[in-house]
């Protein structure tokens, strides 16, 4: 079965600073997708990226990067200069086929960054 | 577009009595997935719909809880006898048609809280 393992439960940082979330997923799948959502205070669940198995190239979108590393079963999340607007709760997700081609999702725990003025 | 919604945001119910939750999913979007939310924890799967098939279903969907999609539209969830156990997040996500993969939108969830 599918697991995902988000180690770090809080982080807390000072603005400015970079931060990096990990993450390490368990499957016997070859093809198999990652994620990543964020999840402010509100609840809702904001889709931050999706990663197939055979994209190793890492990933940058603004301050947002990620590395995907397949030897060592990790997709890390780093956040560059911090933003108090980026508290929330970072959840890392891993798909498990279901029937006619569709995913559930497998969450990690997830880890709640506080971000400090 | 208007995203998933879902409805009502709270409820506050109690031991015994029955609710129903309601999700409008992406209109383009033919997969629905509905998960459950504990505190401190990541959302764990319930169940699945394509159009208006429930194919999946989670050994965490107890006697007590139904799902339904008629015309492959909305979906309601509805949990019968309702225990203390049962207060969480329940949250509805879709995702359009495509190969494995595809990426699921989540609407803002139901907080059901049981007395």
């Known amino acids: 079965a599918q697991k995902v393992t988000q180690a770090q439960t809080e982080i807390s940082v000072v603005e400015k600073e970079d931060v990096t979330l990990d993450c390490v997923y368990e499957t016997r799948d070859t093809t198999y997708y990652l994620f990543w959502y964020k999840q402010p205070p509100s609840g809702e669940l904001v889709f931050l990226i999706r990663r197939n198995s055979f994209d190793e190239q890492n990933e940058i979108s603004g301050r947002y990067s990620w590395n995907f590393q397949k030897s060592t079963s990790s997709f890390n999340f780093t956040i560059t200069a911090s933003q108090v607007v980026d508290s929330a709760v970072y959840f890392c997700a891993l798909s498990e086929a279901l029937i006619q081609g569709a995913q559930k999702l497998v969450f990690g725990q997830g880890t709640r960054l506080t971000i400090n003025p | 577009d208007t995203g998933v919604s879902q409805d009502p945001r709270h409820k506050i119910t109690k031991r015994g009595q029955n609710v129903t939750f309601r999700c409008d999913p992406i209109s383009e979007h033919n997969r629905l997935y509905w998960y459950r939310q504990t505190l401190g924890q990541g959302p764990e799967f319930l169940t699945y719909f394509q159009n208006e098939a429930q194919l999946e279903k989670s050994r965490l969907l107890s006697d007590r809880f139904s799902a339904e999609r008629p015309k492959g539209s909305f979906s309601t969830l509805e949990i019968q006898r309702t225990e203390q156990g049962d207060s969480a997040m329940y949250l509805c996500?879709?995702?359009?048609?495509?190969?494995?993969?595809?990426?699921?939108?989540f609407g803002p969830g139901t907080r059901l809280t049981v007395l």
């Open positions: 996500a879709s995702s359009g048609p495509g190969t494995l993969g595809d990426t699921q939108y």
